[in-house]
């Protein structure tokens, strides 16, 4: 069996290398790209990745087919890990993780087994603004309150926007946010609220709000705490920037670090390794089906932003972060604890 075994080898190798040296427009043709999704249904991720599922194939020689399936767990940690250790590196798949899982490694979160840097960013849909938020019967009206009463809010994993930026927040300027974590997505989290569950999130994208949710912040049913971000959303002009609460150099140079993230609101990921001739048509194929009229008129109906940021962007801009100086990134490790 052994021998047989040798034998085969180099045919093996063979059909991997034809494979791998195949050119692209041959390689798609007929095929499916699995696109995973790291959080359950329903969530904002979820609606732009499906979104995306519905119009990229077109954009791609060949016009594979986008299949769009959900591995939620820790906050997408889960799918991160596994895009990188064990999804196939061929460019037939590729994810959307949480805009803050990939900087784990540099803020010492638990459980991460990638480099991020090493990652094939194909591109994100937006430039987000996530906010916090309280729910309509709490008595939490505003960030101030935050001083001196404690909002509990919904997670979805330790190193998830939803669980790490309230800690942020609380360890660089002393507020009491409590997070309840666990839940499979930030739609669980909103129907938590309703339940009465939790009082809050903190992390939520404006953008989820917008779709899900267009009335509730004119009905009140949420009060619209601060803006967690370097800038303001032109939407808000009322509601404070979180840059706006600082009190030393230190807490913004700490806050900078944490909310540059924002800049790749919904981004996309292929696994190391990808044929640098498919990661370029994946990149060059999202980036036009940001611009294509169909997509652009459902993302309209359905109250989605779009402002695409390419992948040489997103790669660059982890790379960016991750040379930031090892004393803010201990002083923002040591915030969260």
Known sequence: MLKRLLAL?????????TARAQPAAEFYKGKNIELYIGY??????????????RHMGKH??????????????????????????????????????GRGIPFDPLLGGKGAQFKATEFGWIGSANDEVSVC?????????????????????????????????????????GTKMRV??????GNDITLAMQRGEVHGRCGWSWSSIKTNHPTWVKDGTLKLLVQLSLDKHEDLPNVPVIMEKVKTDEQRAILRLV????????????????????????????????????????????????????????QD????????????????VEAVK
Do not use: C, H
């Open 60 to 97: 791609l020689p060949g016009n594979p087919t986008l299949v769009p399936k959900n591995m939620e767990g820790a906050g997408s940690l889960r799918l991160a890990n596994w895009l990188y250790r064990v999804a196939p590196k061929d460019g037939t798949a590729f994810g959307t993780i």
């Open 9 to 17: 080898t180099p045919l093996l190798l063979l059909v991997v290398a």
């Open 180 to 185: 309840i974590s666990g839940y499979p997505g």
């Open 133 to 173: 938020a309280a729910w309509g019967t709490s008595p939490i009206t505003r960030f101030e309150d935050l001083y001196t009463r404690e909002l509990i809010v919904g997670g979805t994993g330790a190193t998830a926007d939803t669980d790490f930026f309230p800690k942020i927040v609380n360890g660089v300027l």
């Open 317 to 332: 801009l982890v790379a960016e972060v991750y040379r930031t100086p090892g004393a803010i990134v201990q002083k923002a």
């Open 259 to 314: 909310f540059a993230r924002q800049v790749m609101g919904r981004p996309f990921l292929a696994p190391p390794g990808v044929p640098a001739e498919r990661m370029a048509l994946l990149r060059k194929a999202f980036m036009e089906t940001m611009k294509d009229r169909e997509f652009l008129a459902e993302a309209e109906k359905m109250k989605l932003e779009i402002t695409p940021v390419s992948g040489e962007k997103v």
């Open 40 to 53: 359950s249904v329903g969530g904002g991720y979820d609606i732009y990745a499906r979104l995306l599922a």
